[in-house]
């Protein structure tokens, strides 16, 4: 079965510029969730999306934004790119059962998004 | 809050030593624990994970047990392997949120 897949793998950008990164889950998997991992840090979470609407946001600035499609890929999307946004992007797939706790992720490749 | 404190490393050690990686948490209400791996150049891997108090979780030789009155989740294998070399992540989900708080990591180099 395939994995959570992400693109692109590497991404060069310079800064101001806006950058869309994409996701397709687990085949199945109904959340997607985005999170941004600073070199020697943990992942920080952006977004979760499940059903096409957003469940859950972090502490990101409003030029961070994402969107889930009616098959479960999902869109983040950079705005007026700092050169403190340079980070390994990750993309994870859950599946959520409505009410019920999901307790595992399963995380894509990552993209990783360098600001120059 | 949620948080997720881990012990810094790296941690070196030799092949076949004895591993522990250390994890404590804060969390309001009964969160999910989970321990991820991640090796150079990848995603993260789920390694294993603990759903309530006195949960052990194992995988690959690698174990950790939910302990609630010390709020904790410290990783240990008993062998470890060249190939286990890798960053650690002690990670929790907190209730009704698939959001994920993660710790800092902590590299593990095993030489031969």
């Known amino acids: 079965d395939a994995g959570v897949t992400q693109s692109p793998t590497h991404l060069i950008k310079t800064r101001g510029q806006h950058v869309t990164l994409r996701c397709s889950p687990i085949s199945g998997h109904k959340s997607v969730s985005w999170y941004q991992q600073v070199l020697g840090q943990g992942p920080q979470f952006i977004f979760q999306?499940?059903?096409?609407?957003?469940?859950g946001r972090g502490n990101f600035p409003d030029r961070f934004s994402a969107r889930q499609f009616p098959n479960y890929s999902s869109e983040l999307n950079v705005n007026a790119l700092l050169l403190g946004d340079s980070a390994l992007y990750l993309c994870a797939s859950s599946f959520t059962l409505e009410g019920l706790r999901s307790y595992e992720q399963y995380f894509g490749p990552g993209t990783r998004l360098t600001v120059t | 809050g949620n948080s997720v404190t881990q012990m810094e490393g790296p941690v070196t050690l030799s092949e076949e030593a004895f591993l522990t990686i250390n994890c404590t948490y804060t969390?309001?209400?009964?969160?999910?624990l989970f321990w991820y791996v991640q090796y150079p150049g990848e995603g993260l891997q789920l390694l294993l994970k603990?759903?309530?108090?006195?949960d052990k979780g194992s995988n690959k030789g690698f174990e950790a047990t939910y302990r609630k009155e010390t709020t904790s989740f410290h990783l240990e294998k008993g062998s470890v392997q060249v190939s286990d070399s890798a960053v650690y992540f002690c990670?929790?989900?907190?209730?009704?949120?698939?959001?994920?708080?993660f710790g800092s990591g902590t590299k593990l180099n095993v030489k031969p």
């Open positions: 603990a759903t309530k108090a006195d």
């Open positions: 999306y499940y059903e096409k609407e957003e469940r």
């Open positions: 990670a929790l989900s907190a209730y009704n949120f698939n959001k994920f708080y």
């Open positions: 969390a309001t209400g009964y969160p999910s």
